[in-house]
């Protein structure tokens, strides 16, 4: 960094006039004498802001236009002609600024260029990354229309819906690619250990329902997160998507591995009884503890309940008292063979008790809740419902939305980076994307 010394006379005007701006305005708050501290927070406001913008404008223009006489080299290895200066329009957190550049064009490659574009680290947009990142995230939370108000109205960005949008979609299909990255990784090389070390981790997942492209189509989440001390969510990351079932699988095999699964020797998986899902526990998790969500289990005992006893009765209430005791204290067999002892009245309710002592049978080994809770599990999806109506819907399913598969399918990665209790680098993201 320059010090006093070193600083040339131009530096020292552009300090100067930048100072002078900035007293002319202090000066002017200062007569208006704010006493409230809404007043002085105003006053801060109206001297801080144009004092970021007169900064920023100054230290683009004394950059230059780049110009580097009639000639300059190419990346090609022959030299381009100078045309003129071209004018680029860019964002900024702190406005839109016209910033003049020399344009070179070389007739050996038939392209052109601004050299100084280099130096600024300028690209084909016209949105700073931290612009971009801004936009996107807010389009993480609001509908584009709804972003793009409240950009403006808390930060003082004006963008339109449809940059919003798009800057939402971009944001979207670069996450998607970096956890493309991430799957591809693991699967070359699925030893390789992280950082995170969690004493205990769990593992949830769900589906849920979303409009897209005029039908209706189930939405994949994945949850791992680690239990607080009081009970609740410590921490949480998702993953989420469109795909098919095997596809949600690999991705949940590598969420875990990134949570730390694979260094962690407790390791929960708790989920409703969906077949999908524990096809694909049993192929990634099969040694880990698998956990039947509690309340699932019951809502199957209280349907035999109700066509054996009466649904609203109070021998059905008796029974499932019973039954709900005997599941928390471990035993599963005593359930079983209660169900398998009922003798239903009607064809529907033997069809119904078949139908549930499968069930039943099927998940024996994930119905172990006292086990499950002196080790420290949850034993309800609770997390993985939650998740589906904070990441999912409460994004993707507001009044009238319609999504194309591509654009859910980039809003539920952007949800997911949102919502996860780990921050991610949209400016870096954006500046990936500018690039590329």
């Known amino acids: 960094m320059p010090t006093e010394d070193s600083r040339t006379p131009e530096d020292e005007a552009l300090i100067q006039k930048l100072l002078a701006q900035y007293e002319s305005r202090l000066r002017r708050v200062l007569k208006q004498n704010p006493t409230t501290l809404e007043q002085i927070e105003d006053a801060v406001d109206e001297v801080g802001k144009p004092a970021n913008r007169d900064l920023e404008d100054e230290l683009i223009r004394k950059q230059g236009t780049g110009e580097q006489g009639c000639k300059a080299a190419c ?58 990142a801004l936009s996107a995230r807010f389009a993480g939370y609001l509908p584009p229309r709804a ?8 930060c003082g960005i004006t963008l339109s819906a449809t940059t919003v949008r798009k800057q939402a979609q971009q944001i979207g299909v670069a996450l998607q690619s970096v956890w493309q990255r991430e799957e591809t990784a693991f699967f070359a090389d699925p030893d390789k250990e992280v950082a995170v070390r969690p004493s205990q981790l769990h593992l949830t997942g769900d589906g849920v329902m979303v409009h897209v492209d005029g039908a209706w189509h189930e939405a ?45 020797r407790q390791v929960g998986i708790v989920a409703d009884g969906a077949e999908w899902i524990w096809q694909e526990v049993g192929k ?34 008796v029974w ?19 169900v398998s002892q009922l003798a239903p009245a009607t064809e529907m309710g033997r069809e119904v008790q078949r139908r549930e002592l499968a069930y039943l049978r099927t998940h024996e080994r994930r119905m172990r809740y006292q086990t499950f809770r002196e080790q420290g599990y949850h034993i309800g999806s609770g997390v993985a419902e939650a998740g589906c109506k904070a990441v999912v819907q409460a994004r993707l399913k507001g ?38």
């Open 75 to 132: 990346g090609c290895g022959q030299s381009a002609r100078y045309i003129g200066d071209a004018t680029k329009r860019w964002v900024t957190r702190h406005g839109e600024f016209h910033i003049d550049r020399a344009y070179y064009y070389c007739r050996a490659c038939g392209k052109g260029f601004c050299p100084v574009d280099g130096r600024l680290g300028l690209t084909s947009g016209d949105y700073s990354p931290a612009v971009v």
């Open 147 to 154: 972003a793009a108000r409240e950009l403006a109205e808390v």
């Open 220 to 264: 994949k989440l994945g949850c791992a997160y680690r239990r607080g001390a009081l009970g609740g969510v410590e921490s949480a990351r998702y993953t989420a998507t469109l795909a098919r079932s095997t596809e949600f699988g690999k991705r949940f095999r590598v969420l875990g591995h990134v949570c730390g699964a694979d260094q962690c």
């Open 284 to 317: 990634y998790y099969a040694r880990r503890v698998q956990i039947l969500d509690y309340y699932h289990a019951c809502q199957h005992l209280w349907a035999v309940a109700h066509v054996v006893f009466g649904e609203g009765s109070e021998a059905a209430q």
């Open 320 to 338: 499932m008292d019973r039954q709900q005791k005997c599941l928390l204290s471990d035993q599963v067999g005593q359930v079983i063979r209660s």
């Open 399 to 436: 009044p009238g939305m319609r999504w194309t598969r591509e654009g859910a399918e980039a809003m539920l990665q952007l949800r997911c980076a949102v919502c996860s209790t780990e921050r991610t680098n949209f400016r870096k993201l954006a500046r990936q994307i500018a690039v590329a």
